[in-house]
């Protein structure tokens, strides 16, 4: 049904008329429409007009007297800046003048989609030609970017990430899907995308008026790099931060979770190279709920002038308050394209990356590491020294390393010897098997040199551990209590991907992702030892209740068991058989 017919409820309401693509015919799209689901639509509870009007699985349920509605949901790509990308006419002064500041040169994108569609996103392409500049010659690689289409290939190397190293074949066919787009070293030194010359209004930036956010002075020194004390500050001690979470952490559970007292978000990782292309489905990585109010966007990229300019893109498109690079990335899918973990064997291009994209900015820059590429070589303690000068105000160490992936835990006696070579005014924050309230004491509390930790598959398996730290105790939830925070998570789910077939469609998908962490939980009230340990695999048992024992099965057939009659969230044979 026409999207504009199907809101309106009004077959007048279509500008295109005859020639629309889709349906007018409203009594035969009812006919074939599946009966509406148990429950209320998530727009009527909030009083708004649901956006989906007659396509909504629940439009018995709507109401006509709505005041009009809001949406609570920002950070979205405008169109004109989407065209500009896709023309690779957006322009970058800032991150161009500060790479020829530093003396390092561009890479320009060459002609992508043709490339590739065969060609092993783990093979250095023999065609492209790279020219590295003096910090970049010591690496024994030639690297190349990647465009890692955000869709579905990254999302599941990162979901078999939640705990399992990845074998071979994962990553082969994860990275025959994605497209791979070859970036050269622009021979000619520093320079715009754009090289037309005519000339242009000193009050226009990429034809479009220069954002509110961007201070003046901006446009009359691009080089000078913000002096730390100048950036607005953001205290992260004590502050509980929700880690950023590829698939798993996106905008409905992140909503959750600061109902459950997480203070710091953060948006799944973006590839650079994706988000400057204009890949609306990256773009979508950013978004922000208004329930979100210390919240980051993070980002993934190779090269400091792919990085830099990234930062300025967001830095003028979206709203943040702190931007998050990703230099712990273990996929190789990432790693072989020579960003995420693969940065930890490249100290100078840190530097650089660092040094560049902290001066497009003014709002903080932080950096995720793990503590080493390979086991038994760390490299954390090295760079913590160094990268508040070059303009970072935070830097998250997860406690292992790139080889280690997830197995043995988080080496949190080395995190604490980072953080102790660590700058007073460099923010520490420590990251790794965060499980209970006691966990956090240990490692917040407990030193003066970590300003907070970062928790990640404690807030996948239990996300209420926010509100344990919080109040000071391990909370025996009932399975009553869980099943209200799944109704949760299903309402900001329909609210934000839709309350269509589509949008329940989706919402059941991500529903049942987050249900392979939860099912991992075991209740304080069954345990002889409290608490429990983020690696436990307890042998199957039976709960205080029927609904307890089913949420503990690691069968999707039993979650979704405890669904139907309670809130109406029916699975296909189809979506479950996946
Ligand atoms: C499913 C999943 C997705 C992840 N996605 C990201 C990501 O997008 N960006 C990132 O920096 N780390 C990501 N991580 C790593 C976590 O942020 C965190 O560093 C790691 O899980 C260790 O913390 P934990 O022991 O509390 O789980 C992900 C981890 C998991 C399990």
Not at 62 to 74: L, M, Q, T, V
Not at 445 to 467: E, N
Request: aromatic residues 8%; contains cysteine.
């Amino acid at each position: 049904l026409c999207v504009a017919v199907a809101k309106s409820g009004n077959v007048d309401a279509c500008k295109f008329g005859a020639s629309c693509r889709f349906t007018h015919d409203i009594d035969a799209y009812l006919a074939q429409k599946p009966a509406d689901l148990e429950g209320t639509c998530p727009f009527t509870v909030l009083g708004q007009p649901c956006p989906y009007g007659l396509t909504c699985r629940f439009s018995g349920t709507h109401k006509d007297n709505h005041a009009p509605s809001e949406s609570h949901e920002i950070n979205t790509l405008s169109k004109d800046v989407q065209k500009l990308l896709w023309k690779t006419k957006y322009k970058f002064p800032r991150a161009s003048e500060q790479i020829k500041h530093l003396g390092l040169k561009e890479v320009i994108k060459i002609k992508a989609s043709a490339l590739a569609e065969d060609r092993s996103a783990d093979h250095d392409n023999p065609d492209v030609s790279c020219e590295l500049n003096g910090d970049e010659k010591t690496e024994s690689s030639c690297n190349t970017a990647v465009n890692v289409e955000h869709d579905s290939s990254l999302c599941e190397e990162m979901d078999k990430l939640g705990g399992e190293p990845l074998d071979g074949d994962s990553v082969a066919r994860a990275a025959k899907k994605s497209k791979i787009e070859v970036v050269e070293i622009n021979k000619g030194g520093a320079g715009t995308h754009d090289t037309k010359t005519e000339p242009e209004d000193p009050n226009l930036v990429n034809g479009l008026e220069v954002p509110l956010n961007i201070p003046s002075s901006c446009r009359v020194d691009l080089v000078e790099t913000p002096h730390l004390r100048e950036r607005k500050i953001i205290d992260f001690r004590e502050k509980l931060y929700l880690a950023p979470l590829t698939t798993v952490g996106n905008l409905p559970f992140r909503r959750l979770c600061k109902t459950l007292g997480a203070d710091i978000t953060c948006g799944e990782m973006a590839m650079c190279t994706n988000l400057m292309q204009g890949q609306a489905s990256e773009w979508a990585l950013l978004r922000r709920h208004s329930s979100e109010d210390l919240f980051g966007v993070q980002i993934c990229g190779a090269f400091p002038d792919t990085v830099a300019r990234t930062i300025e893109l967001v830095d003028n498109e979206c709203s943040f308050d702190f931007v998050d690079i990703n230099m712990g990335c273990p996929i190789d899918l990432v790693v072989n394209k020579g960003a995420g973990s693969s940065l930890l064997n490249k100290p100078m291009r840190i530097k650089s990356i660092v040094q560049a994209s902290s001066a497009v900015t003014k709002r903080p820059l932080t950096v995720k590491v793990r503590t080493a590429f390979f086991e038994g070589r760390n490299r954390a303690d090295s760079l913590v020294s160094d990268i508040y000068d070059w303009g970072a105000s935070a830097i998250t160490i997860h406690g292992r390393s790139r080889q280690q992936r997830y197995s043995k835990n988080a080496d949190w006696d080395y995190i604490n010897q980072c953080a102790q070579k660590a700058p007073d005014d460099l923010h520490v924050i420590g990251n790794g098997d965060i499980f209970s309230f006691t966990d956090w004491n240990r490692h917040v509390s407990g030193s003066s040199k970590i300003s907070t930790c970062m928790i990640a598959r404690g807030a996948l398996v239990k996300p209420w551990i926010f509100t344990e730290i919080k109040e000071q105790r391990d909370w025996d939830i009932t399975s009553g209590e869980r099943l209200n925070i799944l109704k949760e998570f299903t309402r900001f789910g329909l609210e934000h991907w839709g309350s269509d077939t589509k949008g329940v469609e989706t919402t059941r998908h991500f529903l049942l992702e987050w249900l392979g962490y939860t099912c991992r939980y075991i209740p304080v009230g069954l345990l002889d030892v409290v608490p429990q340990q983020l690696n436990w695999r307890p042998p199957s048992y039976c709960g205080r209740d029927d609904l307890e024992t089913l949420m503990a099965s690691d069968s999707a057939a039993d979650w979704v068991s405890q669904l139907p009659s309670s809130f109406s969230i029916q699975l296909s044979d189809e979506l479950l058989a996946t």
